[in-house]
């Protein structure tokens, strides 16, 4: 990609999924560092990634911010949330616009997938309001839970694979 990028083809480089230790290694020997890093982001998984990846100066873009419900690989946990629920019922908003301004002032840009028409205009009423900082606080606060889709089923607790898979997120 460095090449690609020397040769004018492409603006910038990023990477995706990737995790502190992959991002320190590569910034180990990468004459150009990625200047974005795509990773599925909810108020429920990798807030911490996000300022790991602002001390480096790398963006952080999140997919499936609202947890890809009716996917196979998906999960209700976001819109359940009783946190995000709480602040949403007493803004007037609703569960995905708290969350997606959340991001928005965290500095992180996200993708949002939608065909609904009415959930799209939703998705773009955000940005004429703020939350306040005990609101903030409250989403930060979230429990932060992983969730490993494994050979046809979601995996949340902590077994063998996700202790693993934890080793290779420590920061």
Not at 4 to 27: A, H, M, Y
Not at 97 to 109: A, D, H, K, N
Not at 117 to 142: A, C, G, P, V, Y
Request: proline share 4%; with cysteine.
């Amino acid at each position: 990609m460095e090449k690609c990028q020397d040769l004018g083809f492409t603006k910038s480089i990023g990477v995706s999924n990737f995790s502190p230790r992959l991002i320190e290694e590569i910034l180990s020997f990468a004459k150009i560092p990625p200047d974005v890093n795509q990773v599925e982001m909810n108020p429920i998984w990798q807030q911490k990634l996000n300022e790991f990846c602002k001390k480096k100066d790398i963006l952080l873009t999140g997919y499936s911010p609202l947890g890809a419900s009716g996917a196979k690989w998906g999960h209700n946990h976001v819109m359940e949330c009783d946190v995000l629920q709480d602040i949403a019922k007493s803004r007037g908003k609703t569960v995905a616009q708290v969350f997606l301004r959340w991001m928005y002032e965290q500095g992180v840009s996200f993708v949002v997938k939608s065909f609904n028409t009415e959930r799209m205009k939703q998705n773009l009423d955000i940005f004429d309001w703020s939350l306040i900082e005990e609101e903030l606080i409250k989403i930060s606060h979230i429990p932060q839970k992983k969730h490993v889709y494994l050979a046809g089923s979601m995996v949340e607790r902590a077994n063998d694979v996700i202790t693993e898979i934890d080793a290779g997120l420590a920061f």
